[in-house]
């Protein structure tokens, strides 16, 4: 499967964005994927992830009640609706996949598959 991200850009502080992320290639509905992100000398960090089926959502403690992930089957697309932005949100973020729930689905290592990454940058 194939996953292209857009949507970033700059944000002030207290904005909002929304990434999406098209995948292609595969029968997306089989597919969970999740959303992460990293800044320059740090690791990739967890953001969000939804199951194949978008019956169960997860978000990392620092985004939870201001990002909400969401997919469309039918349009093969995952959503990350970003609200409040902060400064520290200031990140380039990447969609992942993996089959059905297999692994972890914070864990980064789980994920075969990945987007290009879409910078997304929030001023104070």
């Known amino acids: 499967v194939q996953l292209q991200a857009s949507g970033g850009g700059l944000a002030q502080a207290g904005g909002s964005l929304r990434l999406s992320c098209a995948a292609s290639g595969a029968n997306f509905g089989w597919y969970s994927t999740g959303w992460f992100r990293q800044v320059p000398g740090k690791e990739r960090e967890f953001v969000a992830a939804i199951t194949w089926s978008g019956g169960s959502t997860y978000s990392a403690d620092s985004v939870k009640g201001r990002f909400t992930i969401s997919r469309d089957n039918a349009k093969n697309t995952v959503y990350l609706q970003m609200i409040s932005l902060k400064p520290e949100d200031t990140a380039v973020y990447y969609c992942?996949?993996?089959?059905?729930?297999?692994?972890?689905?914070?864990?980064?290592?789980?994920?075969?598959?990945w987007g290009q990454g879409t910078q997304v940058t929030v001023s104070s």
């Open positions: 992942a996949a993996r089959k059905f729930n297999s692994g972890t689905y914070y864990s980064a290592l789980s994920y075969n598959y």
